[in-house]
T-cell receptor, first 109, second 115 residues
């Protein structure tokens, strides 16, 4: 079967760094997405990785290791507005997105 | 604003009612999706349309019926729903279904409650 695993909830302090991990087992791989979803709102795109390595975009970075079936999202200089759920999703061999359940990130002052 | 709109934003219906959810995208995309989002569960892909043709139906009960009259509009017709169908229903669109074009843009969702 296809499976995406990510922690249910994480807590971090404003100004700090947090890493949200995602492991996956899917039928085929055509890339991995990270989305941010604030409570009561739609998911919004953060990053897309298809090759191994680190992609940096401002305060957010995303890493991929295809051989390990592993990705992480790194958030630096945390702000209160970063409190949200972070969704990991893999594009499988049929070009369908397989989603994790999301990691709820709580930022404390 | 993501360029994808959904109406209504909230819907309460009885199990014998018939209602429809509407989605419209203003992005010129060729693929549209219906998802179900329940608390603490992964997004469940329900239906996918590419160039107005249905390409995926993930074993969704027949009480959910999609319709895609053109590349900008997507409907989800609901009838004789069950209380467990209460959830957030999200519509999304993407440029196409290739790897590079699969960044999905989501609408705000319809919060559905079935009594």
């Amino acid at each position: 079967g296809q499976n995406i695993d990510q922690p249910t909830e994480m807590t971090a302090t404003e100004g700090a760094i947090v890493q949200i991990n995602c492991t996956y087992q899917t039928s085929g791989f055509n890339g991995l997405f990270w989305y941010q979803q604030h409570a009561g709102e739609a998911p919004t795109f953060l990053s897309y990785n298809v090759l191994d390595g680190l992609e940096e975009k401002g305060r957010f970075s995303s890493f991929l290791s295809r051989s390990k079936g592993y990705s992480y999202l790194l958030l630096k200089e945390l702000q209160m507005k970063d409190s949200a759920s972070y969704l990991c999703a893999v594009l499988d061999s049929n070009y369908q997105l397989i989603w994790g359940a999301g990691t709820k990130l709580i930022i404390k002052p | 604003e993501t360029g994808v709109t959904q109406t209504p934003r909230h819907l309460v219906m009885g199990m014998t009612n018939k209602k429809s959810l509407k989605c419209e995208q203003h992005l010129g995309h060729n693929a549209m999706y219906w998802y179900k989002q329940s608390a603490k569960k992964p997004l469940e892909l329900m239906f996918v349309y590419s160039l107005e043709e249905r390409v995926e139906n993930n074993s969704v009960p027949s009480r959910f019926s999609p319709e895609c009259p053109n590349s900008s509009h997507l409907f989800l017709h609901l009838h004789t729903l069950q209380p467990e169908d209460s959830a957030l229903y999200l519509c999304a669109s993407s440029q196409d279904m290739t790897a590079g074009g699969n960044e999905q843009f989501f609408g705000p969702g319809t919060r559905l409650t079935v009594l």
